[in-house]
């Protein structure tokens, strides 16, 4: 499968170059396959949160065809790696966020649409106390709104 088939209804100017991912799968010891690279040029060309099904559709493009269990390897994989980062929304909806620094999020129940809330407008205190033997990883808070109509 040529990666450029597949991504050539796509704009080019959105995609991150193939050696970058390459490189970036390579520096998290992740083998480098046709299937991988094409779904990290569209995951890591900016920021963004999308689910399975969105990079799905993204890469099967003209006729070209990456499986549906490819895909969530490959994002489970990348996940794993700390390449992306998994959002939990809801029991059934999972993004994957390509921005893997620490921050906070805002999901839209009525729309659909994960958007990152700015860190200086975001604060929490306090943290519950610790079972012994464990230590805070990390803190990701999702932000549930509703349209008030």
């Given amino acids: 499968m040529n990666g450029c088939t597949i991504l050539r209804a796509m704009n080019h100017a959105e995609l991150l170059g193939k ?3 390459v490189t970036k799968l390579q520096a998290k010891g992740i083998t480098p396959t ?3 690279v094409t779904i990290g ?5 900016r920021p963004q949160h999308v689910s399975a099904e969105q990079v799905l ?3 099967n493009t003209e006729g070209s065809h990456v499986s549906k269990a490819t895909v969530y390897n490959t ?3 990348f996940a794993r790696s700390g390449l992306v980062r998994e959002v939990i929304v809801d029991p059934t909806k999972i ?11 805002m999901f839209a129940m009525d729309t659909g649409v994960l958007s990152d809330l700015p860190s200086d407008q975001f604060q929490v205190l306090g943290m519950p106390d610790l079972p012994d033997g464990t230590s805070v990883v990390g803190l990701d808070v999702v932000l549930r709104v509703r349209s008030s109509d």
Avoid: C, K
């Fill in 34 to 36: 046709t299937q991988r």
């Fill in 41 to 45: 040029q569209v995951l890591f060309a």
């Fill in 19 to 21: 050696q970058e991912v």
């Fill in 75 to 77: 994002l489970n994989l």
């Fill in 57 to 59: 559709d993204m890469v």
């Fill in 95 to 105: 993004f994957y966020d390509s921005n893997t620094r620490p921050h906070h999020r």
